[in-house]
């Protein structure tokens, strides 16, 4: 059971450049998230999907594009990599089941991708 | 803006003994709060959930407490071992769901032999 995996584990980008940052969990979990962690900072919520072919923005969307096509992935692109979006990224996700389950639900992450752009 | 404010920064112990980490938020209302441990290089793994309505959540050697009133948490890592060295983390959610975390910056601790 290997829950969620993330590739690559670190990546070097020149500014302008674009990549995909791949995730993909096999626990049939209906929620998917990317966080961004600067060093010292919480993470920071970048986008998340509900299910497949829904996606919303979170907190600091600007210059990330997501899809999600299948429960499975949840890809993040980055368009025109900029220095600021050197980071560490992490990929989640959880299980909503839908019968009224309180207490909040665990989310399940990744072991991230190292992203330098210089 | 929703704060969450966690000390110390760092912290170092001797492996047995126990320590207390602090949580502070400012997210009002929530739904509940979490706590993360982070190994280096590592995503973070949830080590307790806790509701409003809760004060106190053990996991193992771990126990979280929640003070709603004063809008305070604290992580309780009892008999330390070295395997406990790594960030914790306090995270506070405004919805069930958990789409609207708020994270804290963390403590990082080293357990020491």
């Known amino acids: 059971n290997a829950g969620v995996t993330q590739t690559p584990k670190f990546r070097i980008l020149k500014i302008g450049q674009s990549m995909t940052l791949q995730c993909a969990q096999d626990?049939?979990?209906?929620?998917m998230y990317w966080y961004r962690q600067d060093p010292g900072m919480g993470l920071k919520l970048i986008y998340y999907?509900?299910?497949?072919?829904?996606?919303d923005k979170g907190e600091v969307p600007n210059g990330y594009n997501v899809s999600r096509s299948t429960t499975e992935d949840f890809p993040l692109r980055l368009e025109l990599a900029a220095p600021s979006q050197t980071s560490v990224y992490f990929c989640?996700?959880?299980?909503?089941?839908?019968?009224?389950?309180?207490?909040?639900?665990?989310?399940?992450f990744g072991a991230g991708t190292r992203l330098s752009v210089l | 803006k929703n704060q969450v404010e966690q000390s110390p920064q760092s912290l170092i112990i001797l492996e047995g003994k126990n320590c207390t980490l602090q949580?502070?938020?400012?997210?009002?209302?929530?739904?509940?709060l979490r706590w993360y441990k982070q190994d280096t290089g590592r995503g973070p793994v949830s080590l307790t959930i806790m509701t409003f309505s809760e004060n106190t959540k053990s996991n193992g050697r771990y126990t979280a407490t929640l003070d709603a009133d004063t809008k305070q948490s604290s992580l309780h890592i009892t008999a330390s071992q070295l395997s406990d060295s790594a960030s914790y983390i306090c995270v506070v959610s405004l919805d069930n769901a958990g789409n609207m975390l708020t994270f804290g910056g963390g403590t990082r601790l080293m357990v020491k032999p």
């Open positions: 989640a996700s959880s299980l909503r089941r839908g019968d009224g389950q309180t207490g909040g639900y665990i989310q399940y």
């Open positions: 949580c502070n938020y400012t997210v009002s209302p929530f739904s509940n």
């Open positions: 999907s509900v299910g497949a072919g829904i996606t």
């Open positions: 626990m049939n979990h209906n929620y």
